[in-house]
């Protein structure tokens, strides 16, 4: 075999090696949209007593505009930005999102002056095959009492 024959061999070797082994690292992780992390979480604020929405609607005690979420760190505060959404079937925005980042263990909800609650907040991290280390808030404790699965959509919060 002539000289320019075997190094086109070896150059087609090589290209087809790096062909397959492009397609198997794409095969695994190319139609994938990868979430590096969920720091989200998403709250209707409710009366205990009949469900009623306290932020949004007829029956609301709260202004959205006016509530604040926030952490605090020894002097430093954190505030967390959310907005609103709208809640299929009842015709207006009745959902807080919140994205709680960078990720506190404790986070504050003022909803007026005199109404601050507190909400513990678990996470899980996990490292993926294609997508790197993943975050995800897992469970928010609202006022050191009651338990809101922090993965299950939109979550009530009662008062």
Do not use: W
């Not at 605090?72 to 079937?89: A, K």
Request: aromatic share 12%; with cysteine.
């Amino acid at each position: 075999m002539s000289r320019k024959k075997k190094h086109l061999m070896r150059y087609l070797k090589i290209f087809t090696t790096l062909l397959i082994l492009g397609f198997l690292l794409n095969s695994c992780c190319g139609n994938l949209d990868c979430l590096t992390g969920n720091y989200q979480g998403q709250f209707r604020i409710i009366k205990t007593a009949d469900g009623k929405d306290l932020v949004f609607g007829a029956n609301k005690i709260y202004d959205s505009r006016l509530i604040k979420f926030y952490s605090l760190n020894n002097n430093d505060t954190t505030f967390f930005h959310y907005q609103t959404e709208r809640f299929p079937g009842n015709g207006y925005d009745s959902i807080l999102a919140v994205d709680f980042y960078p990720n506190p263990p404790i986070a504050y909800m003022r909803l007026s002056d005199g109404d601050v609650d507190t909400l513990t907040i678990s996470y899980t991290t996990r490292d993926t095959k294609c997508c790197g280390r993943i975050t995800e808030i897992t469970n928010f404790r609202f006022n050191n009492s009651t338990d809101i699965a922090g993965s299950k959509g939109t979550q009530e919060i009662k008062k």
